[in-house]
């Protein structure tokens, strides 16, 4: 791993290097990250990095267990098709919810988003196209009133199925067929046309589901 600059904060900075080793492919599953030898590396205090640590573990990136050094996370194709099947109830549920709150206002932001995400996969850059992706749900759960299941869809997004999508390198061949499913999403709630929406959201979380089992697949045939 690359030693930091001095622009952002240290644990910021030690984050997304972190991050950026670990959707790389520097870093695998079930690799340690001692934190002795991680901060001398970025040549940073310990300070920082557990912030980039704990941080990195809030996504699921990275397991945390006391007493020991951090460790990347490994899943189970299992897991994370149970994380997929939450999702999908809770986001479509959530389309539903946020129609009495769609303006022009919000559609502009939400175009923004998608524009940024197809620029950063002209770029392959991964690790932003990720950050966007979560920006983008977050961003249509921010309408919903009810505290408690934006939580959970924060949590689900940031959960065992975002880190599978990441630790198995599906990213490089899905990104572009994700932002055109957010495009459907968005075009729908432009139009106010709800249910379609709706579907629009299911088919995405679906085709995630796809795009993983034919990751998988191909791992089989390997």
């Known amino acids: 791993m690359k030693k930091i600059a001095k622009e952002d904060s240290l644990a910021t900075q030690a984050y997304n290097i972190i991050k950026q080793a670990i959707i790389s492919g520097d870093l695998s599953p079930g690799d340690s990250l001692p934190e002795e030898r991680v901060a001398n590396d ?13 941080l990195l573990a809030t ?7 006391k007493g020991k050094p951090a460790v ?3 899943y189970t194709p299992s897991e994370a098709f149970d994380f997929l099947e939450v999702r999908s109830i809770l986001e479509a549920h959530n389309i539903t919810m946020i129609e009495p709150y769609l303006d022009d206002a919000f559609i502009s932001l939400l175009e923004q988003n998608i524009t940024q995400q197809e620029q950063t996969v002209v770029e392959q850059n991964y690790q932003f196209f990720i950050d966007l992706d979560l920006s983008f749900h977050l961003l249509l759960a921010s309408k919903n009133k009810n505290k408690t299941l934006v939580e959970m869809i924060k949590h689900v997004n940031n959960g065992v199925n975002r880190a599978f999508l990441l630790l198995s390198k599906t990213l490089p061949i899905s990104a572009k067929d994700a932002v055109e499913e957010h495009k459907l999403i968005v075009n729908a709630l432009k139009n106010k046309d709800i249910s379609l929406a709706k579907e629009k959201m299911e088919y995405h979380m679906q085709k995630i589901g796809i795009r993983i089992q034919t990751y998988l697949n191909k791992g089989e045939t390997k």
Request: charged letters at 25%.
């Open 42 to 54: 970025l040549g940073i205090s310990r300070t920082p990095l557990r912030e980039a640590i704990k």
């Open 59 to 65: 996504e699921g990136l990275v397991l945390l267990e």
């Open 72 to 74: 990347v996370a490994s």
